[in-house]
Every structure is written in structure tokens, then in C-alpha cells.
Nanobody, 126 residues
């Protein structure tokens, strides 16, 4: 079982940046692609939104249209960590951000992901 821990969330003004990190503990997540999803205030689990994902070896990345050009996902190699660099943040990006592990990271649905972290809060003020 892979245990995932997110970090890097916080409060930032619109136009600012944050870098989220997803680290694995207990077992490497090398065999898995990693995705980021977010759950906006007032939304339930079924409405968790795909943000970005990266393949097992990092050669393929995927982005939601709403974040393309602003967010960048990367893998930390030996660090066993995946990062989500978020630039030019908007109030609409406010959500709890979750990372998750999947054998099929090209999938943009929560059902394709087997292991989830607890989430990290991102709040963007206007």
C-alpha cells in the first residue's frame, strides 16, 4: 500500500504562486502515475475535479484546461516526490488539493486512482 502525504498549501493573493508536494511513505510510488485533484468548498467527493497528472517515468503530463499554462507537474526522481507548481493563482483555484496514485494516470476520473492523500488546503484571496 502506498501512503501519500501532501504539503505546501496555504493562503495566497490572486496572482501569487504555491508549490504543492506529494510524498510517498511506506513504499515507493515509482510504479504509479500520480494525479492531483481538487475539491472546492461546498463540493462533495463525487465532484472532486481533475487538475493534473504525470506518468510513471514522468515523460507524459496531463492538465485540465482550467490550469493549463499556469500549473506545472513534475516528478522529483530519487526524491520520491511529485510537485505541482501553481502560478498566477485565481480565487477559483481555492480548494483542498489531493494527490493520488494510479496505474493509469491518463485517466481523469477519481475511480482510476487507488491511493489518496489527506489533502492540503489552498486558499486564494482576491
Amino acid at each position: 500500500q502506498v501512503q501519500l502525504v501532501e504539503s505546501g498549501g496555504g493562503l495566497v493573493q490572486a496572482g501569487g504562486s504555491l508549490r504543492l508536494a506529494c510524498a510517498a511513505s511506506g513504499r515507493t510510488f515509482a510504479p504509479y502515475g500520480i494525479g492531483w485533484f481538487r475539491q472546492a468548498p461546498g463540493k462533495d467527493l463525487k465532484e472532486r475535479e481533475f487538475v493534473s497528472s504525470i506518468s510513471q517515468n514522468g515523460d507524459r503530463t496531463y492538465y485540465a484546461d482550467s490550469v493549463k499554462g499556469r500549473f506545472t507537474i513534475s516528478r522529483g526522481g530519487a526524491e520520491n516526490t511529485v510537485y505541482l507548481q501553481m502560478n498566477d493563482l485565481e480565487p477559483g483555484d481555492t480548494a483542498v488539493y489531493f494527490c493520488a496514485a494510479s496505474y493509469a494516470p491518463y485517466m481523469r476520473v477519481t475511480a482510476a486512482y487507488d491511493f489518496w492523500g489527506q489533502g492540503t488546503q489552498v486558499t486564494v484571496s482576491s
